[in-house]
């Protein structure tokens, strides 16, 4: 693999995305390798790396599992305000450089659209242990939502996806606007669940009305 690049600690999210996606090439990676290119950039931006592919849909091998059992990890860490416990196994898994980084690469235009819109703001949400807790959580929920075994139903990993990616970002910036839309898409994720929930309720008896009147 490409030796890695040393990461400005003051560099833009676009520009992490960036220099991440060019120093991939389209060699296997691990995502050890993954965490120590982003380097000083720190957790909040890796945990912002690993959820891009829910956004942007692409068939990677055990992105779902892993990648979102990391960010659970990462929540847990950000709520007890310590380094996540990281297992080798999961972080010593290899991931197809050639089919992230086309992800990094939109994920940078995405997130350079979005800087101008960004600074710090509402404290009260971003500010103090209590908010870096409550704020980890709801990333640990986030991360849990991503796991849900529901690949092939339409959103059901965009919109969990998109509420970490707010309050990654709402946290890593100190945007209260963020982080309040990031609980926003939260909420949204549990409503559209149960509403898929009850559809496969209403169904299911539909059919075995159906199929019991029939008999």
């Known amino acids: 693999m490409a030796e890695f690049k040393t990461k400005n600690s003051g560099a833009s999210l676009s520009a992490v995305l960036t220099d991440t996606a060019n120093s991939l090439g389209s060699e296997p990676f691990t995502l050890r390798q993954l965490l120590e290119l982003v380097g000083e950039q720190g957790l909040l931006s890796f945990c912002i790396i690993l959820n891009l592919p829910f956004l942007i849909p ?3 091998p055990g992105v779902s599992t892993i990648f979102g059992s990391v960010i659970i990890l990462i929540g847990i860490g950000l709520t007890l305000n310590r380094l996540p416990w990281l297992p080798e196994r999961l972080m010593q898994r290899q991931f197809s450089g050639e089919q992230l980084a086309p992800i990094l690469i939109r994920g ?10 960004i600074h710090p703001r509402l404290g009260m949400f971003t500010d103090g242990a209590v908010a870096s807790r409550v ?6 929920f986030g991360g849990v939502l991503l796991l849900f075994p529901l690949g092939l139903v339409p959103f059901s990993n965009t919109i969990p996806g998109i509420a970490v990616m ?3 970002i709402g946290m890593l910036q100190r945007d209260g606007y963020f982080i309040f839309a990031g609980y926003f898409f939260l909420l949204a994720t549990i409503v559209y669940f149960v509403v898929l929930a009850w559809l496969v309720i209403v169904g299911g008896t539909s059919l075995i009305a159906m199929f019991g009147g029939a008999g």
Do not use: C, D, F, Y
């Open 58 to 60: 692409v068939s990677i």
């Open 166 to 168: 707010l309050l990654a």
């Open 135 to 140: 704020n980890g959580l709801a990333i640990v």
């Open 108 to 117: 940078s235009e995405i997130t350079g659209k979005l800087e101008r819109w």
